[in-house]
């Protein structure tokens, strides 16, 4: 759609993807992407017409598509090499931790659905250039990502655009809603008039594709955000430290669902 295509390109321009690769250069190979873990139910398709159970520790390829049931349901996914504790280290409410992405992980929340476009990645001398390819058809996911190379992109769809993320800790809703609690996403929209439009969404605040506001995030949705990138660590026996910009934080227990961004 040319929609899709103005989407992309705006992108490049403001800086998301930020190199092209000679077309002689083949790619080394597909990001791993495994999933591990699961609550409720979940199921996935590969030819948009079969369904399957969704397993943990399944290995997913691009051009599947995830669907998560309602309730309680859950599935998170590790983008590249790692794993997960299935018991972790419970976070107190009142603790210190100062959320940092320590892997890419996708977390698609309850009544979601996610398509794996793309997750390629290629050597270029002592770089490794990753391409990342999300559609959020519906529902939500929360993500955290490392800082990525200067060549790299990471790129979620929503309905009426798509964000570029680089090294950051976010929330999505297909409703056109971002919101950031690390690093910077580069939103690619069209308006309430119907005019293309971009945004950059820095740490602390969200985003409306729909209205075009830009606040902060309360204190709640801080919280709820710190202690979600908590439970998405592989390495998640340690210290427990909670403080974002020398506030600490009183962290409530995240339910089933996001936090309403």
Known sequence: MKFMKYLFTGLIVVGVALATVATSRAADGTIPAKVVRIKGSARYTTDNTTWHTLTLNQIIE?????QTGGDNSMVDIILGEGDVDQNPQPLNNTVSYNPQAQQNLVRIWADTTLGIDK????????ETMTDTQLDLRAGSVFGTV?????????????PNGVAGIRGTIYLISATGVIAVLQGSVIVAYMDA????????????????THTGELKPLSELHVGQLIRLAWEAQIVVNRPSTVIVDHTVYDVSPVTGHPPAP
């Open 193 to 208: 008039s119907g005019n293309p439009a971009t945004k950059q969404v820095d740490k602390g605040y969200e985003f409306d």
């Open 146 to 158: 490392v800082k990525l190379s200067p060549t790299s992109k990471y790129e979620v769809k929503v």
């Open 119 to 126: 997750l390629t990645q290629m050597q270029m001398g002592s």
């Open 62 to 66: 691009p051009g599947t598509v995830i």
